[in-house]
């Protein structure tokens, strides 16, 4: 299990490969990358992500550590962003590996919706208009629940 909180851009596909070479008994990887979106209006200067370090590091590992034990996932990897990022930039990626896709998948939304919703990150959108904090979405919460 590995979990990363950086400032530093990663590449999906040397993540992936990484963790695929290191992965044993696994009969599937499932990984999922978030990419930043520009806003609604499209004038989206920057994201602006804040976190504590030591706390957020410790809720990830904690989430993910529930993951390994809920799916029995052979390996599973958490990389989330912070600092400034622009539209396109990735921002997160989640890779789980298991003996059945159905696991790997599960923990894979698990975490995912968990990122989203719970993780001690804090978003900015700054825009030509202004800066405003990301507010917790009602969909985001009901996927957040299935759980």
């Known amino acids: ?17 990484r963790f695929a070479a290191a992965v044993q008994g696994a009969g599937a990887i499932v990984t999922f990358t978030g990419i930043v979106r520009d806003s609604a209006s499209g ?53 789980t590996a298991s003996r059945h896709r159905a696991a790997a998948f599960a923990a894979a939304e698990f975490l995912m919706d968990y990122l989203k919703s719970r993780a001690p990150f804090w978003k900015k959108e700054i825009t030509r208009q202004g800066a405003d904090w990301v507010a917790a979405r009602d969909e985001d919460e009901a996927a957040l629940k299935r759980w």
């Open 1 to 17: 299990m590995r979990i990363a909180v950086q400032s530093e851009a990663f590449d999906m596909g040397a993540e992936a490969n």
């Open 43 to 95: 004038d989206l200067d920057v994201m602006e992500i804040e976190h504590y370090p030591g706390m957020t590091e410790r809720a990830l590992t904690t989430i993910a550590t529930e993951a390994m034990a809920r799916w029995s996932l052979a390996d599973c990897l958490v990389i989330h962003r912070y600092g400034r990022l622009r539209a396109t930039d990735p921002i997160m990626m989640v890779a």
